[in-house]
C-alpha cells in the first residue's frame, strides 16, 4: 500500500499485544503486531500457551486411555480427529468395521462440520462486527448438538468412535430428527445469503483481502477449505478416499481468488455439500451390528501407521508407531490450524489492522489444536 | 462513478433486504428460554456421571469390586475398594469413588464392566462451589443398604 513505511522515523512504530486473551484470536494466542499507523508491518503470532502435551500423553498410556484426548484438541469438530484415529488403530490391528457404523461415523462427521462450519460463520461475522448472525447460527448448531448429544453422549468433547466400531447404535428417533434438521437448515442457508452473502459492508470488507494464492497455499502446506479457497480441489474424501466416502456423491466446491469471500463462499458451500452426504447416507444405511467384538488386551504389532481424514479445518493426520505392547511407541498428529496460521506473517504485511481482523478469521484457527 | 452508483443501490438493497431477516426474526416467537426458571428436557442419550445400577430384584447393586474399570480409566479418576466380610466368601464393595473434576466422560468405565454394574447418570449441568462437591462417593449416592 504506502511505499517506503518501514523507512519513516522509528518512533512512529510501535508494536501492539493482541492476546494471549483476545476475542479474535478465538483462544489463547499471542499476536506481536509491528504497527506503523493503522497499517501492520510485521506479525509474529506466538503459540504454545494452550500446550497439553497430547502427544506424550498418548504415549504413556494404553491407546484407549488416548481417545477422549483425541476430542479434546479440536473442540469444534472433534469426530474428524476421532476417526483418523481410530482408523489408524484399526488398521494397525486389523480389526474389522461393521458397514452400519462405517455409516454412522460418516454422518456423524458430516453433522460435527455443519456444526463446526455455523460456529465458525458466527464468529468470523462477530469479527468484522455483524452480531446478528451469531444468535442465529448458534440457534442452528443448537438443533445439531441436540442430535449429536442424543447419539454421542456430550455435545462438544464427542467421545464416540471406538476401534472396530462406534460406542452405541441410534435409535429410532434419529432418522426423523436428521432429517428434519436438514430440511430446517436448507431453507436457513437462503437466510443466511440475504443477510450475509449479499450485505454490502460484508463484501467490502472481505473481498479482495487477505488474497492466499495457489503458490503460496501449497508453499505452506494449508490444506482444508483455505486451501480449496485457493482453487486447488483438494479434499481427502475424495483424493484419498477412506470409510464409505467412495458410494457418495458430492462436490468439492472451491474459490477463485483465494480472498476471505472466497473461503466463506466455500465453507457454505460444504455445509450444503455435508447436508447431501448426510441424506445419501441416511439411504443407504444398512442393518446390523454397530461394532466388533475386540479382545479385551489389543496389542500393537511392531510398525507404523498413518491415516488421514478430512476435518472442517483440513488434513488430520495421525501417525501411530507400535512395538508390540499395547502403548503407542511414538503418536504424531498433524493438525491443520498450524499450517493455517503459519502463513499469516507472510499474508498479514502491509495491511490495515482491521483486515487482518478479518483474514485470521476466514483461517478458522481454533488454537488449542495449534498447541496441542 | 458508475460504480460508485451502482455500489450504493445495490448496497441499499442489501441492507434492506437484511433489515428484512431480523425483523422476521424479532416478531417470530423466542427460540431460548428462561434458564433458571426453565429447562429443557435431558436427552436420552445424555451422559452424566456414572453411577451404580440398582437391581430391583435384590435390591442392591452387582458390582464385585473387580477394580477393572479403575485401571482402564483414562484420567485414573476412579477408586475402587472391596473388602471381604467375616466369614464371607466373595469380596463386597466398600468404597467407591469418583474425582468427577478428572472425569472425561469418556464411558471406558462403563463399557469394560464385567457384570454391567455401571451407568450414566442423568445430573446435567453440574455446578459448585468447591472441589469437595465433585467427589463423588458412588456407592453412598445409590444408597445401598447392606
Known sequence: MQAGKKNKPIHYRYFLNMGPQHPSTHGVLRVVIGMYGEYVLSIEPIIGYGHRMHEKMGESRPWQAFLPNTARMDYACALPHQHAYVRAIERMTGVAVPERAEYLRVITTELNRVVSHLLWLGAFLLDLGAFTPILYTFDDREHILDILENVTGSRLTHC????????????????????????RMR??????????????IFIKRTKDIGIIDRDMAVRYGVTGPVLRGSGIAHDIRKAEPYSVYPELDFDVPTG??????????????????????????????????????TPKKLNLPPGDVTSTTEGARGDVTYYVAGDGTETPYRLKVRSPCFSNLSLLEELCEDMLLADLIATMGSLDLVIPEVDR | MNQYFSDLLNGARSLIEGFGVTLKALLSPPVTVQYPRETIPVSAGYRGHIELIIDEESGSHRCISCGTCARTCPSRCIEVKGEKPEGG????????????????LCGTCVEVCPVTAL????????????????????????????
Open chain 1, 160 to 183: 464416540y468412535f471406538r476401534a472396530g466400531g462406534v460406542v452405541q447404535d441410534v435409535d429410532d428417533s434419529f432418522e426423523p430428527a436428521v432429517r428434519a434438521c436438514i430440511k
Open chain 1, 187 to 200: 431453507s436457513r442457508f437462503e437466510m443466511y445469503d440475504k443477510l450475509v452473502t449479499k450485505n454490502i
Open chain 1, 256 to 293: 477463485q481468488n483465494g480472498d476471505c469471500y472466497d473461503r466463506y463462499l466455500v465453507r457454505v458451500e460444504e455445509m450444503r455439500q455435508s447436508l447431501r452426504i448426510i441424506e445419501q447416507a441416511l439411504e443407504r444405511m444398512p442393518g446390523g451390528d454397530v461394532r466388533t467384538k
Open chain 2, 89 to 104: 466368601k466373595r469380596k463386597e464393595l466398600a468404597r467407591f469413588q469418583l474425582d468427577f473434576t478428572r472425569c472425561s
Open chain 2, 119 to 146: 451407568r450414566f447418570s442423568r445430573v446435567y449441568g453440574q455446578a459448585g462451589y468447591t472441589r469437595e462437591e465433585f467427589m463423588i462417593d458412588v456407592l453412598k449416592r445409590a444408597g445401598v443398604q447392606k
